[in-house]
Each structure stands twice: as structure tokens, then as C-alpha cells.
């Protein structure tokens, strides 16, 4: 699909770099004003003198739009009026099964024209919107678009894109300002739709946003129902925008009153004073997944890489991963989930570092709920309330999960558990320090890859038992695992010393639970071998009798 927007992509370049240049200078003085609890109603960041306008402005059947509580306190010091409909100029370009290529555009002005555009009155409706500094005919929207699309189990979805480029420039503060218009000016546009497809309801409308686009989704929902009465079926947070909007009033951002379902991705949710992180960490929806803890996702640890390896096409989406690779991997996995099939799921968990000790992997007991992650999610997190496993609905779900580092990015999980045996020739030789790594191999052939199972060496010593959260390719039925063993010596550390006996470690059995599967098995090694450094040990089920 090539959507045939005005402006050129290049627009995208300047995304993060604009956020990194905020970061470091500009928002230099918004932080200051914030840590000093300075209120104004809009400030010249350029002279550093606030002035105080009138405090409401409005813009015909869009409403009017105060700058005052809430959306102008402590965690907001800074507020601006939204600019008139005319100079934000929202576009809404219209994707459809028979039209990828060359969209329609649904013109407000002409209500009855909608009627042409393709849109089926009986399938799924997407809207799909950018950030700050971004356009709409971004690549990773084109690719949603089409995902959508091809992959509609009904082949009857729409698509439409909320462009609103020219109004989503610096500075940020005007920019926060502007998408609370747009979010009013596309709830009309969605009762537009309603009115001349005669939707029975707004339940097949889903509104998927990136960034400050989700807090514009929001806005959208909220205008629905307080001016139209109709409440949109789903909202999808694609990380949501911190800054200005992290523990404000829910009126300010988005949360899981603006649509029937609201699911939000986190994926880079580090604090953004300090570490920089564009995306929340606050849970603000239904269901809240934060894969891989919300951030410092797998393969971003070396955006440079990226950055000097992108394909010919486009320098400039390189450049932009450079800077802002762990903000880019919601909208990526969220795709990389409609186009693959592979298992991808959750379980909600009290932190992240519970998920990684293990204490949150059976599915729906003791409030660790597993939800299926992208557009499954909704009829996952239904289906628990239907079955009365979910006892309270209106409690936010904190849900974590492991990705890869690439595509595809779903991962299973698994919950090993190693224990060495404390027989007499085990206690003899003593414990051992090193790493171990395993994979599992399934039917026909179907492999995990070599999963680590600690990031340092551990100490294995006779008599222990020791447990890990791993991740791993999707394995339906194991056959058997594979022990590799590195063994480390450190000349400081006499319990590493062996210098008479050749090293090993008398894994006596691995209990292997598979989150994803609901089940678990038990392998041995043949014989009662123990595991012998550099070479694959392989254990299987036969071999425990």
C-alpha cells in the first residue's frame, strides 16, 4: 500500500530527534517549571515570561476548551489553547479491501459522501493515528493498515487514518494542546459514520493511537459520549505519551472510561526526567501490558546497529530508530501479532520482578490471569469475565510478557525448574559454578532455540533446586531438552578450582511448565549422567522411569 498524502515522509525524521533536542534543551525550562510548581495558563518559552489569556476557546459544533483544572496543574504547569479547526487540518484517508493503494478522504462537508468510500456498515472499523512530530502515511501505519486488512478473519474491515500532521509540530506543549481539537473533530467524523452507514452501535469501532495519539483516541471516546451518547468499543494505547499527562486526571489522558474495552501497550515506560522514557508506566486502561517489564526492549540495546544497517529505502526511519527504538516496538509487536500465529500471551502480575521469579505463571488462579496480547486481547479479557474467573472487571490488569529481540516477536514461556541430585557421588564432588542454557525440541522438528537460563553463572550445588522464567520459540508437544553447561573458573573463587576432577553437575531432573499450553512434563538424563561442561546433555521423559 503507498498512501498518496501531500507532504513528503521526510517529516518523519524529525521525530525523535525533535524529543531528544526537547529532552536537552527546551524541555530544560518545563522541567524547571514543573520541580518549582510554577502554574500558567500558556508561557513564551523563547522570552521565559507567562502570560495569562482567557481561559476558554471555542471552535463551533467542536466545543470549547478551557485551559483551566485539569488541564493545567502540577503535573501540567504549562497549558496552551488548541489551534482553530482550519489550521490543525485534520485528513481522514480511507483504506478498504478493494482500495489499499489510493485512499478516499471522508469529507466532513459532505455527509452523504461517506456512503462511497467502501466502508463496509458490517465490518470492524479501525482508526489509526500517529504522534508528536509524525504524519500518516508513516511505513508502520501502512503496514497496520494492511495487516488489518488482509488478515480480517471476516474481509470486511476498513481503515482509516487520522492524519494530522501540520498540527503535530513543536513545540510540544501547543502540540498536547492541539489533539484535544482533533479528538472532538474525529468523534464527529465517527457519528458521521454512524449516522450514514446506520451503525447499529460503536462496538466494531476500535481506535488504535501511538504516543500522544492515544491520549487523542481518548479524547475521541470521551467527546462521544458526553456530546453523541454513544461509547466507542475499544481503544488501543499504543505507549501512550508521558510527559503532561502521567498521573493527571483521567479527563486529561486516556483512560478505560473512553471506550467499552481499553488495552494499553507500554514499551517505553522509564521515567522520562531522568532516563528519558517517551511512554507511561502508570497503568491506565483494562488491561495494561508492559512486555519485556514496559521497557528496554530486546534488540534495542544496540539501536546503532539498526541505525547503520537499515535497508536502502529510507535513512531516515533508520535515524529514527536510533533514537527511538524501544517507543517504536509497541506499534511493531502489536502488528507482528496480527500477521503471525504463533501463541502470544500474558499474565497479569503484581511487578515484573514476581513474573521473573516465577510466581505468576498459572493461568487464572490467584488473579494471574493470562490475556492473549493484540487484537485478541478484548475477547481473551471477555471471555474471563463471562466465565466468572475474573472477579472484579473494573480493576486495572497489569499483564507482562517476554518478546524477541526480532520478528516474529512472540515468545512462549516456560518455568524450569533444574534440581541436582544430593546422592552420595554428587555430594562427593561437590557444587559448581557456570551457566546453563537448554532448548526444547518438539515434533517435526520444531525447535525453541537455545534459551539462557540466568544471565550470570550460578553456583549449583548438590541438593538444589533452581528455577527460571524462560522464553522461547512456540513448541507444541516437547520430544526432549537439550543442557548445555558452561563452566566457569574464577582464580579469586576455590569452589570453581578443579583441578583433578573434570566438572560436572548432577542435574538429577528438569520439570519444564509451559505457560502457554497449561501443562508441564518431567525429563532425566540417560542413566543418571551428569552434566558435563561445553557438550549438549540431552534429557527425555523415557529416561526418567
Known amino acids: 500500500m503507498e498512501m498518496q498524502l501531500a507532504t513528503s515522509n521526510i517529516t518523519g525524521f524529525w521525530l525523535q530527534t525533535v524529543l531528544y533536542m526537547m529532552h536537552h534543551e527546551y524541555n530544560n525550562s518545563l522541567i524547571n517549571v514543573i520541580h518549582n510548581k510554577t502554574l500558567s495558563a500558556e508561557s513564551n518559552m523563547t522570552s521565559g515570561e507567562f502570560s495569562r489569556p482567557e481561559h476558554t476557546r471555542c471552535y463551533g459544533v467542536y466545543g470549547c476548551f478551557p485551559i483551566t483544572y485539569p488541564w493545567i496543574d502540577e503535573k501540567r504547569p504549562v497549558a496552551y489553547h488548541p489551534w482553530s479547526p482550519a489550521q490543525v487540518d485534520v485528513r481522514y484517508p480511507v483504506f478498504v479491501k478493494s482500495n489499499t493503494n489510493y485512499p478516499k478522504f471522508i469529507d466532513i462537508n459532505n455527509p452523504a459522501s461517506v456512503r462511497h468510500l467502501g466502508i463496509n456498515p458490517n465490518g470492524r472499523i479501525y482508526f489509526i493515528t500517529h504522534g508528536y512530530v509524525e504524519s500518516g502515511d508513516r511505513p508502520w501505519i501502512q503496514q497496520m493498515v494492511n495487516a488489518l486488512i488482509d488478515n480480517d478473519p471476516d474481509r470486511t474491515a476498513s481503515c482509516v487514518v487520522i492524519d494530522w500532521r501540520k498540527a503535530s509540530n513543536p513545540p510540544y506543549t501547543q502540540t498536547c494542546a492541539n489533539i484535544r481539537l482533533i479528538g472532538a473533530i474525529t468523534a464527529h467524523v465517527i457519528y458521521l459514520l454512524y449516522e450514514e ?21 481518548g479524547y475521541a471516546g470521551h467527546h462521544l459520549q458526553s456530546v453523541f451518547g454513544l461509547k466507542l468499543g475499544r481503544i488501543t494505547g499504543l505507549d ?17 472510561s473512553d471506550a467499552k474495552f481499553v488495552d494499553v501497550i507500554h514499551s517505553d515506560a522509564s521515567e522520562w526526567v531522568s532516563k528519558g522514557g517517551l511512554g507511561m508506566y502508570q497503568p491506565i486502561g483494562h488491561v495494561d501490558f508492559y512486555p519485556n517489564g514496559g521497557y528496554n526492549q530486546p534488540g534495542c540495546s544496540d539501536p546503532m546497529k539498526k541505525f547503520i544497517s537499515k535497508h536502502e529505502d529510507s535513512f531516515f526511519w533508520g535515524f529514527q530508530e536510533f533514537f527511538g527504538c524501544n517507543h517504536l516496538r509497541c506499534h511493531q509487536f502489536f502488528t507482528d501479532s496480527i500477521l503471525h500465529k504463533c501463541p502470544f500471551v500474558g499474565i497479569a502480575c503484581e511487578s515484573y520482578a514476581h513474573f521473573l521469579r516465577g510466581e505468576c505463571f498459572e493461568c487464572d488462579r490467584h488473579g494471574h490471569y493470562c490475556i492473549e496480547f493484540g487484537l485478541k486481547a478484548e475477547e481473551s479479557y471477555n471471555r474471563l469475565i463471562e466465565n466468572g474467573v475474573l472477579k472484579n472487571p473494573n480493576a486495572p490488569l497489569s499483564v507482562y510478557m517476554i518478546t524477541g529481540a526480532d520478528p516474529p516477536y512472540c515468545r ?11 546422592d552420595e557421588e554428587s555430594l562427593i ?3 559448581e559454578m557456570g551457566k546453563m542454557s537448554l532448548e526444547l525440541f518438539g515434533e517435526g522438528g520444531v525447535r525453541s532455540g537455545k534459551m539462557d537460563f540466568s544471565k550470570n553463572p550460578v553456583y549449583f550445588e548438590p541438593g ?9 520459540m512456540h513448541v507444541n508437544k516437547p520430544l526432549k531438552v537439550m543442557l548445555t553447561w558452561e563452566y566457569r573458573t574464577n582464580p579469586l573463587n576455590p569452589l570453581t578450582w578443579r583441578l583433578l576432577v573434570v566438572p560436572r553437575v548432577y542435574v538429577q531432573r528438569i520439570v519444564v511448565q509451559m505457560m502457554e499450553n497449561r501443562a508441564s512434563f518431567v525429563v532425566c538424563p540417560l542413566n543418571h549422567a551428569p552434566v558435563r561442561a561445553d557438550q549438549e546433555n540431552e534429557f527425555k521423559g523415557e529416561y526418567c522411569a
Open 240 to 256: 501512550p505519551a508521558e510527559p503532561l499527562f502521567s498521573d493527571t486526571d483521567p479527563l486529561v489522558r486516556l483512560d478505560q
Open 464 to 472: 538444589g533446586n533452581y528455577s527460571a522464567i524462560l522464553a522461547g
Open 429 to 431: 564432588h561437590g557444587g
Open 412 to 422: 512462549s514461556h516456560f518455568r524450569v525448574t533444574m534440581s541436582v541430585s544430593d
Open 197 to 217: 452507514l446506520n451503525l447499529k452501535n460503536l462496538d466494531k469501532v476500535h481506535l488504535l493511537g501511538h504516543s500522544l495519539g492515544s491520549h487523542l483516541c
